[in-house]
């Protein structure tokens, strides 16, 4: 493939920004690039900094150092500090608050300059694109909360700004309203070309959503990448358990191997004696019948079965979690398998491991 000569265009970036409260940094370090029409999804935990970083990028909390630049032009740093409205920012909050003596298309309208015609040109087609068309003369009591949520939208998006910054966007939405409006959310997003910075505590809405993840913990950024790679290669165990339930098997390195009742695994890099976690997320453990206690017939890629007994099972819907104590040493492991699957609590099965799906890290202690 050609290699493209220069750089993607950078819209938005932020360098080594950092706050502190009372002594405690809440933001430490944090640097990120967002380019024209890419989101990025901020995920981390409730309280990792995640907010307060989205409100220094829109000037509304200062820095105690660092940098940010939109489209090349510094907007914040050491004593330089614009206001939000010099900054060519679009904002949209969980608790969106649309003026309520104010109609849809005044809402929207509400951030705009210029002549009339062309402001209610926008606002028009703001509307249809949000599928709210003829909504302009209503007042915000008599939408619904998603249509409210995408009126919010229109009016973030109407000044036309370089970067959107969103923060839990979504979360006051009911479940069965958020997937459809995250879709077109992110629909217009893209049409308009904004670089997109996007607060979530939810992994489902980051992969979902975002083109780039930069997970966050503790104030800082622990990694960044596509969500393929973020969900499929973590940094460590934390950002592993942080998409989804994780079972943790532990061993020894010895010779580059580790030893486990799953067979030896590979633990290149880890040096003798040292202690090894080998992560798996539910859905690549694999579950064989007993037969007679014979076991399975385990192909060279599934590595040695392990017999375990059914603790308990759960129905979710989509898929049911088999919960096993394995016969070796009692240790725990969660099975997650499509459709139903519900055996008897006492049930002897036989579990395999997709090793191509394994992550193994130091031991943490
Ligand atoms: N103005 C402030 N004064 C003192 N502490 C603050 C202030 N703003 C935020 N904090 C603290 O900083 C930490 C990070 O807050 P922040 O809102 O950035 O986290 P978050 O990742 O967005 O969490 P959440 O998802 O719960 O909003 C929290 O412990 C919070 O209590």
Redesign the pocket.
């Known amino acids: 493939m050609p290699q493209p000569l220069t750089d993607p265009p950078v819209r938005l970036k932020v360098e080594h920004l950092t706050?502190a409260?009372?002594g405690?940094p809440?933001?430490n370090d944090v640097s990120l690039e967002v380019a024209p029409g890419q989101v990025t999804c901020?995920l981390?935990?409730?309280?990792?900094?995640?907010?307060?970083?989205?409100?220094m990028i829109a000037g509304v909390?200062r820095p105690d150092s660092g940098r940010i630049a939109i489209d090349g032009r510094i907007v914040c740093e050491g004593s330089l500090f614009l206001p939000p409205e010099a900054r060519s920012v679009g904002l949209m909050f969980q608790d969106f608050a649309l003026f309520p003596h104010l109609t849809v298309a005044q809402n929207v309208a509400f951030g705009l300059r210029g002549p009339r015609e062309e402001k209610m040109r926008r606002v028009d087609d703001l509307l249809e694109r949000v599928n709210l068309s003829g909504y302009g003369p209503k007042h915000p009591h008599q939408l619904s909360g998603g249509e409210q949520q995408r009126v919010a939208l229109a009016r973030a998006l109407a000044p036309r700004p370089r970067v959107m910054l969103m923060?839990?966007p979504f979360s006051g939405l009911d479940n069965r309203l958020r997937d459809g409006i995250r879709d077109t959310t992110l629909e217009i997003l893209k049409e308009e070309g904004a670089a997109v910075l996007l607060?979530?505590?939810e992994p489902d809405e980051a992969l979902r959503m975002g083109d780039e993840i930069a997970l966050?913990r503790a104030?800082r950024i622990v990694q960044r990448g596509s969500p393929y790679n973020v969900y499929n290669a973590p940094v460590d165990r934390a950002a592993a358990a942080f998409f989804s339930d994780v079972n943790v098997i532990r061993g020894v390195s010895r010779g580059a191997l580790t030893d486990t009742p799953f067979g030896e695994f590979l633990t290149p890099g880890h040096p003798d004696g040292a202690e090894v976690e080998i992560v798996i997320r539910p859905q690549h453990l694999k579950i064989d019948f007993d037969r007679g206690g014979r076991g399975p017939n385990p192909t060279p890629a599934d590595g040695a079965a392990a017999r375990g007994t059914v603790v308990r099972a759960r129905f979710l819907g989509r898929e049911s979690l088999v919960e096993f104590a394995m016969d070796g040493d009692g240790s725990r492991l969660t099975a997650s398998v499509p459709n139903v699957f519900l055996p008897r609590p006492g049930t002897a099965l036989w579990l395999m491991i997709r090793r191509d799906r394994c992550f193994v890290f130091a031991a943490r202690h």
């Open positions: 706050r409260f009372g405690s809440v933001v901020l981390g935990p409730s309280g990792c900094g995640k907010s307060t970083t989205l409100r909390e923060d839990e607060v979530t505590h966050m104030g």
